[in-house]
Structures are given as C-alpha cells and as structure tokens.
C-alpha cells in the first residue's frame, strides 16, 4: 500500500522545470539510511538532493512522511539498545541515558551569570586618564630621582 501511494504522489511531480529527481530506489535509499542511523542531511546526500528535498516530499507525500517516522523511532531504538547494552560493563553509559531522558533529575546543572550594565563611557574615561596621570607622574618622579642622584 505504501508503495501505491508513493508512486501516485511521483506521478504528480512538476510538468515544467528539471525532471524529479524522486523514485522510489531514491525513497526507500532515504529511509534505509535513516534506519540505519544517518542524518536527515547525509541521507540527502547520499542520494545527491538537498536536505530540504526530503522535508518536501516528505509534506507531499503522507506515506512517505510516516516510513521516514518509523525508521527515526527504530534508528533511536537500536542505538539506545546499544547504550543500555554496554551499560552493564560500563556504568556511563547509563549515566548518558539518564542524563538525556531525565535532564532534570540527573544532568549536569551549569549555570551562567551574566550582569549587564550601560554606560555613557565617562566612568571609563575619566579612569584611564587618571591612570594615564599617575603613570606620567610616576615617570616624572623618577627621572627627577635620577638626576638627583647623578648630582
């Protein structure tokens, strides 16, 4: 049934401009790379059209859309299996999906402090040219030291 009505859907392509490059290899090379765990964007790709291809056809065509669903949701299935099954070797891994499926409960908290303040900049002048000030009086004061102590 999927395959009828992925066929209709490449049989209303455009009727002007470049031919399409949809077919069902293309479709079904799409969602076998997903399954397997590739990106949206490498899938794409691979079958040399843009990322965004995929999002289009993916509105045009329902069935399409839901065979690129379930091949994500089997993709996060293996993978997490993976995890879960060095987790038992490896407490980390356990720890990742509980940091990712809980973030509230066990991720790492990082907090920014961040103080904004404006300024006309006068404070700031005014500053560096008693900076400057103390920095030509400092050498002032020297070279008088220095030629009192030549005397």
Known sequence: MAKKNQKKAMTRARKSGRRTKKNQATLDGIIEAIRVGI?????????????????????????????????VAYSEAILLQRIADKSTDDWKAAAWILERRHPAQY?????????????????EVVAMMEQTRELYLGAENQKIESEDSTD
């Open 39 to 71: 990106t949206f964007e490498r899938a794409a790709e691979l079958h040399r059209i843009h990322r965004t291809t995929i999002l289009t056809w993916r509105n045009e065509d329902p069935e399409f859309d839901k065979d690129i669903l379930e091949a």
């Open 107 to 123: 991720s790492q908290r990082r907090e920014i402090d961040v103080t904004v303040s404006r300024s006309d900049g006068k404070d």
